[in-house]
C-alpha cells in the first residue's frame, strides 16, 4: 500500500517542505487563520504551499494500528454517483467512516469521505484511479492519510 509515498528524515527534507507542514499545522490549529497570512508569517509564498499541501503529510503515531485517510471529490448531481463511488470503496475493502456531502450548486456537489484503510486492498493510488474512471465524479484527492 502507498506507493508512490516514502517516509523520508526531516534532515534531508528542503526547508519549503518543512515549512507547509508547519503553515499545515498552524491553519489546523487556528479556526480563523487566513493562508496568505500564515504562509508570509512562516516565510514561504502562497504558490509554494499550494504546490505541495496536498503531498506533504506527517504521520501520526498515536495508534498505528489505525489507519485513516481523507478523499474529496465532486460529483454529478446525477442519480447513483455517490452509491458507485461508495461501492469503489467498498471492493478495496474500505470501511467508511463519514460521508460529508454538501447540497449540490450548479448540478455539482462536493463531498468528503474519511476511510479506514486499514484492512485495504491494493494501495490508495488505485483506489484514487480507480474512483476518477467513475462518470460524474470528478476532482479526486487524497486530503490527509494517517
Known sequence: MLDSYLIVSKEVLPEVILKVIEVKKIMEAKEDAQVSDVTREVGISRSAFYKYKDHVFEPNNTNILERKA?????????????????????????????????????????????????DMKGDIQELINRLQDIKGLSKVRLLSIE
Open 70 to 118: 481523507l478523499i474529496a471529490f465532486t460529483l454529478s448531481d446525477e442519480k447513483g454517483i455517490l452509491s458507485e463511488a461508495l461501492l469503489t470503496f467498498s471492493a478495496f475493502g474500505c470501511n467508511i467512516l463519514t460521508i460529508n456531502q454538501n447540497i449540490p450548486i450548479a448540478r455539482r456537489a462536493n463531498v468528503v469521505t474519511s476511510i479506514d484503510v486499514k
